[in-house]
């Protein structure tokens, strides 16, 4: 049965954070590495076209349209947070340390994210609806890169490394657990 498509932008954008927020469920009672793997990797997926769209297209049609653009600079710095560890998980692997405590973190933050776009009166899509901003044309440019981008994804192409827009690139060094003196 072929899927309904999206009545808007809105709507094309909800459903995404359905899907992943389904896939972050799945991966919570996954128990076998191939499956975590393949999890993860969905999510990942889904979550750099969906950060890609946004940053594309939706949130520049909302420059200067929206009431409170702090919700604009705030969904940037929340998509690189995402980015980061969407990068760590693409690199890491089920036996690692962290592995599970990092996709549950960017769960936390997706839904947190998530939260912001869509509250009711004060979010980031309420604003943009009550801006009139043209949902219909905006879901198929939406539609149009989303499609562009799972078509090469599921051709072979690798994820892209983050590119973030808020990190200023900051050399981290990583920290090891100091070992006891016996």
Do not use: W
């Not at 808007?8 to 992943?20: P, T, Y």
């Not at 049609?61 to 600079?73: H, Q, S, T, V």
């Not at 690798?158 to 990583?174: D, N, S």
């Amino acid at each position: 049965m072929p899927r309904r498509a999206p009545a808007d932008a809105i709507a094309l954008l909800k459903a995404d954070h359905r899907k992943v927020e389904d896939l972050f469920e799945k991966f919570q009672h996954a128990r076998e590495e191939d499956r975590k793997i393949a999890l993860v990797h969905e999510i990942c997926t889904e979550l750099t076209i969906h950060t890609t769209i946004e940053e594309e297209i939706f949130y520049p049609a909302c420059k200067g349209k929206i009431k409170d653009e702090d919700l604009l600079d705030e969904g940037y710095v929340e998509h690189d947070g995402a980015k980061v560890l969407v990068a760590e998980l693409l690199d890491g692997s089920p036996s690692d340390e962290f592995y599970d405590a990092k996709v549950t973190v960017l769960s936390e933050m997706i839904k947190h994210h998530v939260k912001e776009e869509e509250k009711r009166s004060e979010g980031m899509f309420a604003q943009a609806r009550e801006a009139g901003l043209d949902m219909s044309a905006l879901c198929e440019k939406l539609m149009a890169r989303k499609e562009e981008l799972k078509a090469k994804f599921e051709n072979g192409a690798k994820l892209p490394p983050p590119q973030t827009r808020t990190y200023t690139g900051h050399k981290l060094e990583q920290s090891h657990p100091v070992q006891a003196a016996a």
